[in-house]
Structures are given as structure tokens and as C-alpha cells.
């Protein structure tokens, strides 16, 4: 297994990538593009994602059928950037997942200032105005978790999303994620897995799925609890907290540690070199549970 010459190699601002030669089943030598996505909160977000949609273009030109997105030890980030890096991989719109927020007067003062919004467009609008009347019928009955919402009405999602330079359904991604893949990473794993658009190789993700938010105490001992104050859903309805993303193909990722993770990575290339027919293990939906209400 070899990286191809220096001219090959693709190096952009926030995520390294390259493109390797590798063996495929039939002892020909495939060229297997791979990006490594350390973090979802580059200092800039969107210049990462143009350089993201910049190297899928460059894999395409130079006939990659096959692509290793590497976020072991990814701590998470921006869930905007997340789903428009998962969104641009598919051609086809990604269903993604939903949430269950805590509740409390601040999400609904929220939602109703963003429902008025001139600078939201109709959709955007309507999905907080959806999501305002529904938290406001969920606190009228006594609940404190909120009845599930689609994501999409966090944010306005739609500017970023661009599937110019997604790849075609042919491509295979595998997705390699270890226990330090937290959050956003959490998330991105779950939309690739749930949609059947990637093989997840490596160990269970953290589980660390929601939306963390600050709580300051006084100003003199600037102590800060940051705290998750929602639950992301995923398609068959199990929740991505304390669960995390379940690889489809499981590998021992932490012994690996002191080798940079180069066996895992060799691992995950042979494995987009194999074939580029994506076989991928159902998500068993969870078994029936209720969830205590005040």
C-alpha cells in the first residue's frame, strides 16, 4: 500500500487528504481517496467545507471510487458543518435525525423569536413556528422532555448544503470512528449509518449526542458548567446519547494509539479497496421503553 507521488497528495487548510494505491480483492492496484476529519469546529467553518467539497472534486477528477473518512478521536462541533459534510457525500437528501429538547422557557422564547425572523426564509420559519407550538403544547401538559422534532429546526442548514461535487451512489465510504468520537462526530457517524451511505469500521462511538449549553455561576469564581440539555434521535428512534454509533465492522482502535492509528487506517483502506458495494447491517430499533415524565 503506497500514497501516491507528491502531485497526488492533497493538503488543504483544515483537513488533510490524501490519495492511496491500494490492492483490491483481485490483486489490482485501486485508487482509494482519504480525509481525515479531526474536529466539526475548524476556525473556520465554512472555508472548511469549501475545501471538503475541493477535494471530493479533485478525487473525483482523479477516478476514486472509493473513500476513507477518518474522525478517530473527533470531539464534535458545529452540528451545521457536520450534516452539510454528511449531506454532500449523498446525492440524494439524507434523512437525518430528530430531538428531544429539555424543556423550558428560554428553547421557547427561542423559537418564537426565530419564527419572526425576517431574515429566515418561509421554510426555516415554519419549521420554528412548528417546533414553538409543539414545545408550547408539551409544557401546557405537564411534560419536561419535549415530544421529538426533525433537527432541521435548530438552524437554517439550507445554505450550506451543496451536492455539486457529492459523490455518485457507486462510491464507497467507510466512516472510522473510535471511543473519543464524540458529539457532532457521534451524529455524523449515525446520519452515514442510517441512511446506508458508509460502513463504519473501528470501536463504538462515545455517545455523546445534544446540544451542550453554558451555565455561569457568580463572576467572581468564573466557574461554568457546560451541560447537554437535549437528546438526538436517531431514524429508528434509539437515542445516540450514552449509545453512540455501533461499527458495522468492529476493530480493537486504542491499542493502536501508538502507531498513529496506521494499522487501523491500512485496515479501513483495504477495506474501501474490497469492493465498492456497500454491505451494511441493519440498526435494530430499541426495544419499547418510556421515558419518566413530571
Not at 451512489?169 to 449509518?193: G, H, P, R, W
Not at 494499522?263 to 421503553?289: F, M
Request: glycine fraction near 6%; charge should be negative.
Amino acid at each position: 500500500m503506497i500514497v501516491l507521488g507528491p502531485d497526488d497528495a492533497l493538503r488543504y487548510p483544515m483537513y488533510p487528504a490524501y490519495i492511496f494505491s491500494v490492492d483490491n480483492e483481485k490483486k489490482e492496484k485501486v485508487k482509494v481517496g482519504y480525509i481525515y476529519l479531526d474536529t466539526f469546529s475548524p476556525a473556520d467553518a465554512m472555508q472548511a467545507f469549501l475545501d471538503f467539497k475541493e477535494t471530493l472534486s479533485k478525487f473525483k477528477a482523479k477516478c476514486v471510487k472509493s473513500i476513507v473518512i477518518d474522525t478517530i478521536n473527533n470531539g464534535g462541533g458545529s452540528l451545521g458543518l457536520g450534516i452539510a459534510l454528511a449531506q454532500t457525500l449523498s446525492k440524494k437528501k439524507l434523512e437525518l435525525p430528530g430531538i428531544q429538547l429539555r424543556l423550558s422557557d428560554s428553547w421557547l422564547l427561542e423559537f418564537r423569536e426565530q419564527a419572526d425572523n425576517p431574515g429566515y426564509n418561509p421554510t426555516v420559519k415554519r419549521l420554528k413556528q412548528m417546533a414553538y407550538d409543539s414545545l408550547e403544547k408539551d409544557i401546557a401538559d405537564g411534560r419536561w422532555l419535549s415530544s421529538p422534532l426533525p433537527i432541521e429546526a435548530l438552524g437554517d442548514f439550507t445554505s450550506w448544503i451543496d451536492t455539486y461535487n457529492s459523490p455518485g451512489s457507486e462510491t464507497k465510504i467507510v466512516v472510522l470512528v473510535n471511543e473519543m468520537c464524540a458529539s457532532m462526530c457521534d451524529i455524523f457517524s449515525a446520519i452515514m449509518q442510517d441512511n446506508k451511505r458508509a460502513v463504519i469500521m473501528g470501536a463504538q462511538s462515545m455517545g455523546a449526542g445534544g446540544n451542550v449549553v453554558n451555565h455561569s455561576s457568580s463572576p467572581r469564581t468564573n466557574f461554568q458548567v457546560r451541560q447537554t440539555e437535549s437528546l438526538i434521535t436517531r431514524n429508528n428512534g434509539s437515542y445516540i446519547e450514552n449509545n453512540g454509533t455501533t461499527p458495522d465492522i468492529e476493530l480493537v482502535v486504542n491499542t493502536d494509539a501508538k502507531n498513529k492509528y496506521s494499522n487501523i487506517i491500512n485496515k479501513a483502506l483495504a477495506e474501501a479497496a474490497k469492493s465498492n458495494e456497500v454491505v451494511i447491517q441493519p440498526v435494530p430499533a430499541p426495544a419499547p421503553a418510556e421515558v419518566a415524565q413530571n
